[in-house]
């Protein structure tokens, strides 16, 4: 098991250093962080920035290298540095926002916001998918089976923001209408609140009810389809067909025979949750403002800030692998035909 | 009591059914589908809507002087005018246009890459499949609306609707890509394929003639659903602001400038969009479901 594990972490390296490449490159040249930079101290002075300057700020930022030699120095730090780029040394790179902002310690810090939001969204809608998938299975072709998939096909269509400024604006209605504040709707917890980590979970709970049920509600329903199949199948197999024919009573059979086998395909669920719910969450802390990952990311590409672009990839990159790692370990526990080598 | 001549009753005893192409079968079954085929005349609609619509609508997207801002919607402006004075009716059908636009270039592109390249990596195999399916892999682990983003970002204030179109292809053709090789990895093993090889045909010619025609099931039913991934993509990026921009407009921005007013007199602004973008996504699902059930070889003419 050990051994299976450090293989798929290793097979991992190369999937996460070409997705680096291939995001450094695409984010490198569609910006240009110093003339946005130049620009901004133009518009701030009103004077023309001196050449000086502008070397300087290109050295700054690494921009007075080429973008293979730029690529380099961040991932390794080996060369001719500042100090402040590296990723095997721990640092994310200069942010656009000068040597006062540190992009490793702000990621850090925003990184839990985004957690919290990306589980218990994962969490939610592979739940609330296998419970529709199973429900529709054994209805088959019922109206339920039907009102079912069409609730999925229409939650396939939802646009995440649509739905989120929906139902934030939904939850402000219920606020006034109860005159209480049951659900928060701006940020992601009380503005300086200070605590252990429980007390700052508990405190962010009102905040996060709203934007978990969106997240969830887009992104279960492909799922939902998959764990439909996959009950299905399991429901047209032969051993169920046996267990019926001995007199096992219904319920037992779903239970016992069918359903735990149809529970295997879940593991394949986790990193297409995951993933959707990263990207959800990009557009859900722009509405509901929350500082978290995906609000950094947004402001990061706004500024042209490159270095903070890149630490976002790494980080979803991790997450989504992670994700992936787990759902292959978790079909060697549910299914018991899996070994590992 | 007339009796019949033998040529006639042996006309009449004659098995009367029409021999019936793959094609004809396949639009059978599809129109056996009621959900299918009501999404399909919904989806033309919407497309009329959108070009012919402007040719015959009196208002177009831009804001006007006469146009009065914040109008109910009237027989003037069906659909009211926003707070600068622009008939909604007008801007949703030049949104929609828009939209529409990007998703079917998405489609178009998407497909032909992901069918050439998954057709080329199934056929092959050895390092070609190896390194394409490194390169799918790499792709979804990169945050595809973060790059999206970043790229589009990058063009500012100049985004029109084929940069869009563009951005959004680069992740597109993905799942074209794995299900195109997935089926070719089972019909390159098939008799015919071998027959092709034996009589001296190219790769080229294998795969372009043989391969992906064979495919064409796969093909169809994701660049449907392709079209509504670049819908719904297209209009979240533009909702962030790094898509179209206006004085252009699309469905996205219509919601963005539309965010506050779900609940209060102006709540059309706020779901005329976002409705048009479900309904498109919604429908085209529902085709790309209709399609796969009526081209699976599986499938009984009976619905159970």
């Known amino acids: 098991m050990a051994v299976y594990i450090i293989r798929r972490i290793l097979i991992m390296i190369p999937v996460l250093l070409g997705a680096t490449v291939l995001a450094f490159v695409l984010v490198d040249v569609s910006n240009d962080p110093v003339q946005q930079k130049v620009f901004e101290l133009q518009s701030s002075t009103g004077d023309e920035v001196p050449q000086s300057t502008i070397d300087a700020i290109e050295s700054e930022l690494y921009y007075d290298r080429s973008m293979p030699e730029r690529y380099w120095l961040w991932l390794t730090g080996i060369g001719d540095t500042h100090g402040d780029i590296g990723l095997l040394q721990g640092e994310f790179g200069p942010s656009i926002d000068g040597p006062a902002v540190d992009i490793s310690s702000d990621v850090g810090e925003r990184f839990w916001v985004t957690l919290r939001l990306v589980i218990f969204a994962s969490l939610a809608s592979i739940g609330i998918a296998i419970l529709t998938g199973v429900v529709s299975a054994v209805k088959q072709y019922s109206k339920v089976d039907y009102s079912l998939t069409f609730i999925g096909f229409l939650a396939l269509a939802m646009p995440t923001f649509w739905f989120a400024v929906l139902m934030k604006e939904a939850a402000v209605q219920v606020n006034k209408g109860m005159g209480s504040n049951l659900f928060r709707t701006y940020g992601s917890g009380t503005t300086g609140f200070q605590g252990t980590g429980w007390e700052v979970f508990v405190d962010s709970l009102p905040f996060l009810i709203v934007p978990t049920i969106v997240l969830m509600l887009t992104g279960y329903a492909s799922m939902a389809r998959y764990q439909r199949a996959a009950m299905l199948e399991v429901m047209n197999s032969d051993y169920v067909r046996l267990a019926r024919a001995k007199g096992v009573r219904n319920r037992t059979v779903m239970r016992r025979h069918a359903l735990r086998t149809a529970l295997i395909p879940v593991a394949t669920f986790a990193p297409l949750s995951l993933t959707f719910a990263m990207g959800g969450s990009i557009v859900i802390e722009q509405i509901f403002g929350w500082r978290g990952l995906g609000a950094y990311s947004l402001e990061a590409i706004l500024a042209g800030d490159t270095f903070a672009v890149m630490a976002y990839v790494l980080i979803s990159g991790v997450v989504v692998l992670v994700g992936i790692l787990i759902s292959d370990l978790l079909y060697g526990v549910l299914d018991p035909r899996i070994r590992y080598e | ?304």
């Open chain 2, 1 to 304: 009591m007339s009796k019949l001549t033998p040529a006639a009753s042996l006309e009449a005893e004659a098995i009367t059914s029409k021999e019936r192409g793959q094609w004809a079968l396949i639009a059978r079954r599809f129109f056996r589908h009621r959900m299918a085929v009501a999404s399909l005349i919904v989806f033309v609609l919407i497309v009329a809507f959108a070009f012919i619509g402007p040719l015959l609508w009196t208002w177009d997207y831009k804001i006007h002087p006469e146009i009065p801002p914040r109008v109910s919607p009237s027989l003037d402006h069906p659909f009211g005018t926003d707070q600068a004075g622009r008939d909604m009716l007008g801007a949703a059908m030049r949104a929609t246009a828009q939209s529409l636009k990007v998703a079917f270039v998405v489609a178009l592109g998407s497909t032909v890459i992901g069918a050439i390249v998954g057709a080329v990596a199934g056929y092959f195999r050895g390092w070609v499949d190896a390194v394409i399916m490194r390169i799918t892999d790499i792709l979804f682990v990169i945050p595809f609306l973060a790059i999206a983003a970043a790229i589009a970002g990058a063009i500012g204030t100049g985004t029109r609707w084929y940069h869009m179109a563009f951005i959004l292809a680069i992740f597109g053709w993905l799942n074209t890509a794995r299900a195109v090789r997935a089926e070719v990895l089972s019909l390159r093993e098939k008799e015919f394929i071998e027959a092709a090889r034996a009589a001296g045909g190219s790769s080229w010619h294998i795969i372009t003639k043989h391969l992906i025609p064979n495919t064409t099931s796969v093909i169809i039913v994701s660049a449907t659903l392709q079209i509504a991934f670049a819908i719904l993509a297209e209009s979240t990026l533009s909702f962030l602001g790094l898509g179209i921009q206006s004085p252009d407009t699309s469905l996205g921005l219509l919601i963005q400038a539309a965010q506050g007013f779900a609940f209060n007199e102006f709540w059309y602004l706020f779901y005329i969009p976002g409705a048009m973008v479900i309904l498109i996504a919604l429908t085209v699902n529902f085709v790309g479901d209709g399609l796969r059930d009526a081209m699976d070889p599986r499938q009984t003419m009976v619905r159970r």
